[in-house]
């Protein structure tokens, strides 16, 4: 039986496991665009402030994926996927079979039309690649600017903080708050980011951005103008699931599934942030977005791609350790 996995993610990746840890004789190809070893995505923030060193972010070493067996193709890109046929199609038109498919294939921020024809200005924070570019420019910053929301958001601000960055944090809220539920920090974030020396624009947004020699121009939509060594800006988070364009697999913003993980496509599975599920107490779907999900999610995918039949419960909550103090977030208003 070939299991294809689309992400080498942490329920890309975890699936990979769960599967050949349950059934060493199955063939398993996790297929991931990214160029490097599965890393912790969750750990990037301490790579940038130097609490961690490189070798300490990877998830799974090329030792270890050998061990299990697991075959990784990485810097490979799914273009399509062809459920009639039980194929994908690679970016450079390689056409790889399937028995189980699983599409871990994540989320990404993204751009509105107001940011989008300022792409090229703007530093992007999710990726290996985006910290080790950031980590470059890092001597020559010193105000940044961030537009954006998300437990990365603040990831982000308290790495910039803990560099000893002036940061502006722009929201379109009347304050930051993140939908915080039995936390140290109960409505009280907002104050504790100024405290940290956080100056917070509220009710505002990035409209345009120049670049001005080496720093940055940006105006909002109030029309206050800003400069800024660098600009992180963001207006959403959303599943990256672009490679089921085209296909019958059933979506809204993210793929839609079961309990059991299962797509509107038999033998097709999907995990982790790519994923939109129904939440039974919010009597709707929604994005299950987070690390432990992710987790929980590709373990279940790879028993029952296995043929077992496990069933997902919500998490209603993700815990954070925000400068030292933790929150828990949800992630619907
Ligand atoms: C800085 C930062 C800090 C964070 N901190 C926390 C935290 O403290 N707690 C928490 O719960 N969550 C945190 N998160 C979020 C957490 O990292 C994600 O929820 C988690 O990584 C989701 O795992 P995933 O496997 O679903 O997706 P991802 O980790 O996004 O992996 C998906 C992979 O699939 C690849 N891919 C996408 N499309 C294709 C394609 N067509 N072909 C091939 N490959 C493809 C992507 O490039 C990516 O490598 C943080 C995120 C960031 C960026």
Same mark, same amino acid.
């Given at each position: 039986m070939k299991h294809v996995i689309i992400g080498a993610g942490v329920a890309g990746i975890t699936a990979a496991k769960?599967?050949?840890?349950?059934?060493?004789?199955?063939?398993?190809?996790?297929?991931?665009?990214?160029?490097f070893f599965p890393y912790k995505r969750f750990l990037l923030t301490e790579f940038l402030c130097g609490s961690i060193k490189r070798d300490e972010l990877i998830?799974?070493?090329?030792?270890?994926?050998?061990?299990?067996?697991?075959?990784?193709?990485?810097?490979?890109?799914?273009?399509?996927?062809?459920?009639?046929?039980?194929?994908?199609?690679?970016?450079?038109?390689?056409?790889?079979?399937?028995?189980?498919l699983l599409i871990a294939t994540g989320g990404r921020p993204g751009l509105g039309l107001v940011l989008r024809p300022y792409k090229k200005h703007i530093q992007c924070y999710y990726s290996m690649n985006d910290i080790l570019i950031l980590k470059k420019k890092l001597p020559e910053i010193q105000k940044c600017i961030v537009f954006g929301e998300g437990v990365s958001c603040l990831d982000l601000i308290s790495g910039l903080c803990n560099l000893e960055k002036q940061v502006t944090y722009i929201?379109?809220?009347?304050?930051?708050?993140?939908?915080?539920?039995?936390?140290e920090f109960y409505g009280e974030l907002h104050d504790f980011?100024? #405290?940290?020396?956080?100056?917070?624009?509220? #009710?505002?947004?990035?409209?345009?951005?120049?670049?001005?020699?080496?720093?940055y121009r940006v105006e909002t939509l109030k029309q206050k103008e800003l400069t800024a060594d660098i600009v992180f800006a963001w207006d959403y988070y959303k599943p990256k699931i672009s490679c089921i364009e085209g296909t019958v697999i059933g979506k809204k913003l993210g793929i839609l599934v079961n309990v059991?993980?299962?797509?509107s496509v038999e033998h097709i599975y999907a995990a982790g942030d790519c994923v939109e599920i129904y939440h039974p107490g919010i009597k709707g779907y929604w994005i299950n977005f987070g690390l432990p999900n992710a987790? #929980?999610?590709?373990?279940?995918?790879?028993?029952?791609?296995?043929?077992?039949?496990?069933?997902?419960?919500?998490?209603?909550?993700?815990a954070f350790n925000l400068m030292g103090k933790s929150l828990k977030a949800r992630w619907w208003k």
């Amino acid at each position: 039986m070939k299991h294809v996995i689309i992400g080498a993610g942490v329920a890309g990746i975890t699936a990979a496991k769960t599967i050949k840890e349950i059934d060493k004789n199955a063939e398993v190809v996790v297929i991931g665009d990214e160029m490097f070893f599965p890393y912790k995505r969750f750990l990037l923030t301490e790579f940038l402030c130097g609490s961690i060193k490189r070798d300490e972010l990877i998830f799974f070493s090329m030792e270890l994926l050998k061990e299990l067996g697991i075959k990784l193709r990485k810097g490979e890109y799914v273009k399509t996927i062809e459920p009639s046929r039980k194929l994908i199609k690679l970016l450079h038109n390689e056409v790889v079979h399937y028995d189980k498919l699983l599409i871990a294939t994540g989320g990404r921020p993204g751009l509105g039309l107001v940011l989008r024809p300022y792409k090229k200005h703007i530093q992007c924070y999710y990726s290996m690649n985006d910290i080790l570019i950031l980590k470059k420019k890092l001597p020559e910053i010193q105000k940044c600017i961030v537009f954006g929301e998300g437990v990365s958001c603040l990831d982000l601000i308290s790495g910039l903080c803990n560099l000893e960055k002036q940061v502006t944090y722009i929201i379109k809220g009347v304050r930051a708050d993140f939908g915080l539920k039995g936390s140290e920090f109960y409505g009280e974030l907002h104050d504790f980011l100024e #405290e940290k020396g956080v100056e917070i624009i509220t #009710e505002d947004q990035v409209a345009s951005i120049e670049k001005m020699n080496r720093h940055y121009r940006v105006e909002t939509l109030k029309q206050k103008e800003l400069t800024a060594d660098i600009v992180f800006a963001w207006d959403y988070y959303k599943p990256k699931i672009s490679c089921i364009e085209g296909t019958v697999i059933g979506k809204k913003l993210g793929i839609l599934v079961n309990v059991r993980l299962e797509t509107s496509v038999e033998h097709i599975y999907a995990a982790g942030d790519c994923v939109e599920i129904y939440h039974p107490g919010i009597k709707g779907y929604w994005i299950n977005f987070g690390l432990p999900n992710a987790f #929980e999610q590709g373990t279940i995918a790879g028993k029952n791609m296995l043929g077992q039949n496990e069933e997902y419960k919500i998490h209603e909550a993700i815990a954070f350790n925000l400068m030292g103090k933790s929150l828990k977030a949800r992630w619907w208003k």
